[in-house]
């Protein structure tokens, strides 16, 4: 089992940053190559960001590209997502997920664990 915590929401203005984090325990943290997702109110789970357990990989999102960023830290079991230039249609609950082999990262059914999530609010 893993069990990831996030944390680092909360209430921002337009053009403002934010950084998510997300803590991992259980298992070998680095076994498992992590994603970040998001959910809007009545919009489908969307996928934001991937990074390889070794963080020499990542992957994003098109419409994200270049204002968010993925990384991690395996010596302290932590992923991080930096986004800047937030937008109103940012707001979301952001959630991390863990995935046990590299393959359709975009998809949320390929992720194994999940954390509950982390409330995201960007005021106009």
């Known amino acids: 089992q893993v069990q990831l915590v996030e944390s680092g929401g909360g209430l921002v203005q337009a053009g403002g940053s934010l950084r998510l984090s997300c803590a991992a325990s259980g298992r070998t943290f680095s076994n498992y190559h992590m994603g970040w997702f998001r959910q809007a109110p009545g919009k489908e789970r969307e996928f934001v960001a991937a990074i390889t357990w070794s963080g020499g990989d990542t992957y994003y999102a098109d419409s994200l590209k270049g204002r968010f960023t993925i990384s991690s830290d395996n010596a302290k079991n932590t992923v991080y997502l930096q986004m800047n230039s937030l937008k109103p249609e940012d707001t979301a609950v952001y959630y991390c997920?863990?995935?046990?082999?590299?393959?359709?990262?975009?998809?949320?059914?390929?992720?194994?664990?999940w954390g509950q999530g982390t409330q995201v609010t960007v005021s106009s």
């Open positions: 997920a863990a995935a046990g082999s590299w393959r359709m990262m975009t998809m949320w059914g390929s992720y194994d664990y």
